[in-house]
C-alpha cells in the first residue's frame, strides 16, 4: 500500500495541468471551489431556517461535487497529496446522493405522484386543521 500511494505521489508531482504556469487563473479556480464548498453550509442553513427542520438540498449535493471537483484540480496544479487525497474520494457520496434523489423523483413521476403533490396536501390539510 505504501508503495502504490508513493508511485501515486510520484506521478502527481511530475503531472502538468493545463494552463499550469498561469497563476492567477488556479488561485482563481482554487477561491471559487472553496466557495463553493464553504458556500453549501449557508445554502443549507438557510433552507433549513426556512423549513423549520433539517433537510440536505440537491443544491448542498451540486455544490459539495463542484466544490469538490475544482478544489481536486487546484490541489492537482499544486501537486499537493494531502489534499489530492482529502478530495479525491469525496466525488463518490455527492454523486451517489444526486443519483438517489433523482431516482427517487424519477419512480414518484411514474407512480403518477408529481414532486409537489405532497407539498399541496400538507398545505390543504393544515388550512383544514386551523378551520
Known amino acids: 500500500m505504501t508503495e502504490l ?5 510520484q506521478w502527481a508531482s ?4 493545463p494552463y499550469q504556469d498561469n497563476k ?12 463553493m464548498f464553504f458556500g453549501r453550509f449557508f445554502v443549507q442553513w438557510i433552507h433549513s431556517e426556512i423549513r423549520k427542520e433539517s433537510k440536505v438540498t440537491i443544491a448542498f449535493w ?10 481536486l484540480a487546484y ?6 497529496p494531502i489534499y489530492i487525497l482529502g478530495y479525491v474520494f469525496n466525488v ?3 454523486t ?10 424519477r419512480e414518484d413521476e411514474a407512480r403518477g405522484f408529481p ?16 378551520k
Open 115 to 130: 414532486v409537489a403533490v405532497p407539498a399541496l396536501i400538507e398545505a390543504e390539510l393544515e388550512q383544514n386543521s386551523t
Open 24 to 35: 492567477v487563473l488556479w488561485k482563481i479556480i482554487g477561491y471559487t471551489g472553496m466557495a
Open 62 to 71: 451540486w455544490q459539495s461535487l463542484f466544490g469538490t471537483a475544482l478544489m
Open 5 to 9: 500511494f508513493h508511485n501515486l505521489v
Open 96 to 105: 451517489r446522493n444526486l443519483i438517489l434523489i433523482y431516482r427517487k423523483k
Open 92 to 94: 463518490v457520496p455527492y
Open 14 to 17: 511530475h503531472y502538468q495541468m
Open 75 to 80: 490541489s492537482l496544479r499544486q501537486h499537493d
